[in-house]
């Protein structure tokens, strides 16, 4: 097993890369398990795009009745296309003033040229209906199978059991293939997240994929695989209701969304911000008193990337919570904030048409008002002459 890394920053101090290569049985290859990944990742992303999608989930949505139009583009206009390009739809104020004057357009017309363009460069409803059915494949049989591989082991009651005699755990083949599915499902959704239009909180998604990939690197290097497990089944339950909830809102089914949401709601809550940080991050923490052992820089910097998911998981509550709210208010619609593309959504359109349609609507009402108002005066007129 080849490891580059320096054994100071990575390995407590009485061990040394050569301890982990001499029992191959005991200590994981990490460049093994990658690749597996890697070349399993590609494996489910033709199966996704090949077999699940067109075979299965494609038929499901056109029965629905799910949109399958692409938006219209608007024409080309080369100063919009640089204005797009700096914050999509919603560029900063004084630069869609600027641009409007440079153009010689209303400041209305440009925002719906930024608006069109946007919509035109998004998904379809259909593709969403289809790339969501793939992630409820996913997350529930990864879940169902978790029932199998970690709910019965003793460390899962037990999270310290974690860090007692660290680093010399044996892994089962289960727990071994139960890994490598779920790093191979994050390898598919990195190359569709690069593939696929940029959305609001790209960056945010990417930043949770890479710590992701990193924790992988960092529990298997280590061979700190058992703490990693409990997370990654701890992690995947909540999105089940989300991209169900997220397949009968395509399809129309409004009452069953929202059921669905608040349970999306009250799972997220109560295993990100509850089980995460109590089961998952507090032992990690209590490690080295269970260990006996000194802190060392590789196991600090991965508290710190757990920790990061942390945050990561409060600013997903934050817009969450804000979602709720708008929902009780009649504002809007309950979303999922982390994949919510601006004016990306049916009801976004559909507004947005209804509001140019009302315009044009009242700019006529007040046309064909002022004319028959001048008819009615001239006819006065003429009857007061005759008299």
Same mark, same amino acid.
């Given at each position: 097993?080849?490891?580059?890394? #320096?054994?100071? %920053?990575?390995?407590?101090?009485?061990?040394?890369? *050569? @301890?982990? !290569? $001499?029992?191959?049985?005991? =200590? &994981?290859?990490?460049?093994?398990?990658?690749?597996?990944?890697?070349?399993?990742?590609?494996?489910?992303?033709?199966?996704?795009?090949?077999?699940?999608?067109?075979?299965?989930?494609?038929?499901?949505?056109?029965?629905?009745?799910?949109?399958?139009?692409?938006?219209?583009?608007?024409?080309?206009?080369?100063?919009?296309?640089?204005?797009?390009?700096?914050?999509?739809?919603?560029?900063?104020?004084?630069?869609?003033?600027?641009?409007?004057?440079?153009?010689?357009?209303?400041?209305?017309?440009?925002?719906?040229?930024?608006?069109?363009?946007?919509?035109?460069?998004?998904?379809?409803?259909?593709?969403?209906?289809?790339?969501?059915?793939?992630?409820?494949?996913?997350?529930?049989?990864?879940?169902? #199978?978790?029932? %199998?591989?970690?709910?019965?082991?003793?460390?899962? *009651? @037990?999270? !310290? $059991?974690?860090?007692?005699? =660290? &680093?010399?755990?044996?892994?089962?083949?289960?727990?071994?293939?139960?890994?490598?599915?779920?790093?191979?499902?994050?390898?598919?959704?990195?190359?569709?997240?690069?593939?696929?239009?940029?959305?609001?909180?790209?960056?945010?998604?990417?930043?949770?994929?890479?710590?992701?990939?990193?924790?992988?690197?960092?529990?298997?290097?280590?061979?700190?695989?058992?703490?990693?497990?409990?997370?990654?089944?701890?992690?995947?339950?909540?999105?089940?209701?989300?991209?169900?909830?997220?397949?009968?809102?395509?399809?129309?089914?409004?009452?069953?969304?929202?059921?669905?949401?608040?349970?999306?709601?009250?799972?997220?809550?109560?295993?990100?911000?509850?089980?995460?940080?109590?089961?998952?991050?507090?032992?990690?923490?209590?490690?080295?008193?269970?260990?006996?052992?000194?802190?060392?820089?590789?196991?600090?910097?991965?508290?710190? =990337?757990?920790?990061?998911?942390?945050?990561?998981?409060?600013?997903?509550?934050?817009?969450?919570?804000?979602?709720?709210?708008?929902?009780?208010?009649?504002?809007?619609?309950?979303?999922?904030?982390?994949?919510?593309?601006?004016?990306?959504?049916?009801?976004?359109?559909?507004?947005?048409?209804?509001?140019?349609?009302?315009?044009?609507?009242?700019?006529?009402?007040?046309?064909?008002?002022?004319?028959?108002?001048?008819?009615?005066?001239?006819?006065?007129?003429?009857?007061?002459?005759?008299?």
């Amino acid at each position: 097993m080849h490891r580059t890394w #320096s054994e100071w %920053f990575w390995l407590p101090e009485e061990f040394t890369w *050569k @301890d982990f !290569e $001499e029992d191959e049985k005991r =200590f &994981p290859d990490v460049k093994y398990f990658f690749t597996c990944a890697l070349i399993l990742g590609i494996c489910l992303l033709l199966f996704r795009n090949f077999i699940l999608l067109p075979l299965v989930f494609r038929p499901l949505g056109v029965k629905a009745g799910v949109r399958s139009k692409p938006y219209r583009s608007p024409p080309p206009n080369e100063e919009l296309d640089a204005l797009y390009t700096i914050n999509r739809a919603r560029p900063p104020r004084d630069m869609l003033v600027k641009t409007a004057a440079k153009v010689g357009w209303p400041e209305r017309r440009v925002e719906r040229w930024l608006r069109q363009k946007a919509l035109s460069m998004q998904m379809t409803t259909l593709e969403k209906f289809q790339d969501y059915g793939w992630q409820f494949t996913h997350y529930t049989i990864f879940f169902i #199978s978790g029932f %199998f591989v970690v709910v019965v082991k003793p460390y899962f *009651k @037990d999270p !310290e $059991e974690c860090w007692r005699n =660290f &680093p010399f755990h044996q892994i089962s083949s289960d727990v071994w293939w139960y890994n490598v599915v779920c790093c191979a499902f994050y390898v598919t959704q990195t190359i569709l997240l690069l593939q696929q239009e940029k959305r609001h909180d790209f960056y945010q998604m990417l930043a949770h994929h890479m710590i992701t990939f990193f924790n992988f690197y960092f529990c298997w290097s280590l061979n700190a695989v058992r703490m990693l497990t409990i997370t990654l089944f701890m992690h995947e339950i909540a999105d089940i209701p989300l991209a169900l909830g997220k397949l009968f809102s395509y399809s129309g089914y409004q009452k069953i969304t929202d059921a669905l949401a608040f349970t999306f709601a009250f799972l997220w809550i109560g295993t990100r911000m509850l089980y995460f940080p109590i089961y998952g991050l507090l032992p990690t923490y209590r490690a080295m008193s269970i260990m006996g052992r000194h802190n060392w820089p590789g196991f600090f910097l991965g508290q710190l =990337f757990d920790s990061s998911l942390l945050v990561l998981h409060m600013m997903w509550t934050k817009d969450l919570i804000k979602a709720l709210y708008r929902r009780f208010t009649d504002i809007d619609k309950i979303v999922d904030e982390r994949s919510a593309d601006e004016l990306s959504t049916e009801d976004e359109k559909q507004n947005s048409e209804i509001i140019d349609n009302n315009n044009v609507i009242a700019d006529r009402y007040l046309e064909n008002h002022q004319s028959s108002t001048k008819r009615m005066n001239g006819v006065h007129k003429r009857k007061a002459f005759q008299s």
